[in-house]
């Protein structure tokens, strides 16, 4: 395994983030998504994306890409987004390619394993730091306590049960952190209706409905993240 693997308590304090200057206004982003690749490539494709928009903003992708000449070190490091990954731990999946997207362009990364799952999502080579906590609900407190934000790629039951608890703790104003929700090819487009539904008929208030923020690629995702709402 490379990385560090650590064992957390329900009281464990937050490590220091990257030593690495951002402009981005978040250190970490916790992202939920799916164990399995799914059926279509685009998810597969979102994820890695995702990855490497926690590490370059559009500017330094072109630069990377050659599409742009550089023309200063300085204007390079501008252009860096420097955000660090948090996630449910495992190495497979959406979540192995997110995983190793991020910490291939040089974030720190960190998964929230809990002990009973470790068997069946660490599975081969890992990256990053791992943080053994003993269940479920140890797991998403320290993968909430991490983040500046929360972000969900496609998934299944256990995506849409994080994704779920942390809008809901948003509306109890247990947090004020950003929920986005990137619905590639239209794949949360029945839980968008579903919210819009609850609002019309009385069970989320409008303001509420405010809370999830979706976009259809990562880096529009991000940069609507990126602007505080009030």
Partial sequence: MDGEEREYSSS???SSSSSSSS????KRICVFCGSSLGKKTSY??????????????LIAQLIKSSVFRLSSLSFFFQAERSIDLVYGGGCVGLMGLVSQAAFSGGRHVIGVIPRTLMPREI???TVGEARIVPDMHQRKAEMARQADAFLALPGGYGTLEELMEVITWAQLGIHDKPVGLLN?????????SFIDMAVEEGFVAPTARRIVISAHTARELIFKLEVPTK
């Avoid at 402009?23 to 978040?26: A, D, Y």
């Fill in 44 to 57: 597969q494709l979102a994820a890695i994306q995702l990855g490497e928009e926690l590490v370059l903003g």
């Fill in 184 to 192: 590639v090819n239209g794949y949360y487009n029945f839980l968008l």
């Fill in 12 to 14: 464990s304090s937050s």
């Fill in 123 to 125: 599975i081969g080579e």
């Fill in 23 to 26: 402009s981005s206004r978040f």
